[in-house]
């Protein structure tokens, strides 16, 4: 459950959630978004830290970019960038993805915002070519900036409609359990340097 907005800014520990819908929790409980459930599990592993859900249904990464600035209003520490599947989805330019999400994770290092970049894939419908220049934008980036990337944030989930709403595109709260699942890892990885000092949460409440 996320804390409120009074407890958000005396947590240890923000972390920036940008996305689109399956950021934002499309059609699920608050509970059930992922930044709910990765908040959720990252408390029970004793982290206090607060997911600031920043994800806007049908953003694309311009739209990402262009709400960056309101979204850093509460400086968060570190960030899961996850914008490029409406991009795919209207099969809009690559060129301007890759600008959009360069762009973003230039800002977020110039705070010294320690990124995940989260990854999509484009609908093969787009035709061979797109998906191709599509999929190679995010390890470009990654390695471009340094920053670790998980290659895609819907892995595990396609083809299992038990994990997918009616749409096939947005996630049950289920499938965003094993998004979070999958993600844990490597967030808690990015985390573990920043926090190595910081005192678990049942500590911080006591």
Request: cysteine-free; proline content about 6%.
């Amino acid at each position: 459950m996320l804390v409120n907005a009074a407890e958000a800014r005396e947590s240890s520990f923000q972390i920036l959630a940008l996305g689109d819908s399956l950021t934002a929790g499309y059609d699920l409980k608050a509970e059930d978004s992922f930044p709910a459930q990765l908040e959720k599990a990252l408390r029970a592993e004793g982290l206090l830290v607060t997911v600031v859900n920043s994800g806007v249904s049908g953003d694309t990464s311009a739209g990402g970019l262009a709400r960056l600035e309101w979204a850093l209003v509460d400086r968060p520490k570190a960030a899961i960038v996850e914008l490029g599947a409406n991009d795919g989805l209207r099969g809009l330019d690559v060129p301007a993805l890759e600008k959009n999400l360069d762009a973003i994770l230039s800002r977020l290092k110039r705070d010294n915002i320690s990124v995940l970049l989260v990854g999509m894939e484009a609908p093969r419908g787009n035709g061979a070519a797109y998906v191709e220049a599509f999929h190679h934008v995010y390890p470009s980036l990654a390695q471009r900036h340094g920053v670790p990337l998980y290659p895609f944030f819907l892995e595990g989930l396609i083809g299992n409609p038990r994990l997918l709403q009616a749409d096939g595109l947005h996630p049950t709260a289920e499938g965003v359990g094993v998004m979070v699942k999958g993600i844990l890892p490597q967030v808690r990885e990015m985390l573990t340097p920043m926090m190595g000092g910081a005192a678990p949460a049942e500590e911080k409440r006591g």
